[in-house]
């Protein structure tokens, strides 16, 4: 199986949101993210953010079979 798309969903918090919480999606970042990439990437968005705080990350990977 090939690899063909990974979706990251951030969720982040803050009382300037409409719903108190923003969930911002990122595809195709990088192949099978590890827990430390996840973490320095999450790390870097808090530093461009303003007083957001980190809620949860979802990871979803798709394949496409080449056969």
Do not use: C, H
Not at 4 to 9: A, M, Q, R, S
Not at 48 to 54: E, V
């Amino acid at each position: 199986m090939n690899w063909e798309k990974t979706t990251i969903k951030l969720r982040f918090n803050n009382e300037k949101y409409k719903k108190g919480y923003i969930i911002r999606t990122f595809n195709n970042i990088v192949e099978e993210p590890t827990e430390e990439q996840l973490q320095t990437f999450i790390d870097g968005l808090l530093l461009l953010s303003d007083g957001d705080t980190f809620s949860t990350a979802t990871i979803l990977t798709r394949g496409k079979y080449v056969g």
